[in-house]
Nanobody
Framework: QVQITESGGGLVQPGGSLRLSCAAS????????MGWYRQPPGKQRELVAR???????NYADSVKGRFTISRDGAKNTAYLQMNSLKPEDTAVYYC????????????WGQGTHVTVSS
């Protein structure tokens, strides 16, 4: 059974940092591209960062240079290091395996809330 659990969110001031974690079980973690998505209040979910099984990464323009995605195959865990956070980064963040078209492959987890506010 697939289970994806995100953690690490919270309240942070503008300019601050957070590190999100994504623990995945029941999937072929080592061969799947993994991605972090976010859904701001009242908006659609969007893919913000993706990492392939080989470690290649790409990012949405809105987070490029501030966010870093990584993965640990031994732990079946993906991470999102978020620096220089802005109020517009406020959202629920989700993790999932990523299809070639950028969609989430599995059912969505609960996500982790990130609020950037002074």
């Amino acid at each position: 059974q697939v289970q994806i659990t995100e953690s690490g969110g919270g309240l942070v001031q503008p300019g601050g940092s957070l590190r999100l974690s994504c623990a995945a079980s029941g999937i072929f973690f080592s061969i799947n591209a993994m991605g972090w998505y976010r859904q701001p209040p009242g908006k659609q979910r969007e893919l913000v960062a993706r990492i392939t099984s080989g470690g290649s990464t790409n990012y949405a323009d809105s987070v490029k240079g501030r966010f870093t995605i990584s993965r640990d195959g031994a732990k079946n865990t993906a991470y999102l290091q978020m620096n220089s956070l802005k109020p517009e980064d406020t959202a629920v963040y989700y993790c999932n395996a990523v299809t070639a078209s950028g969609m989430g492959l599995y059912s969505w987890g609960q996500g982790t809330h990130v609020t950037v506010s002074s």
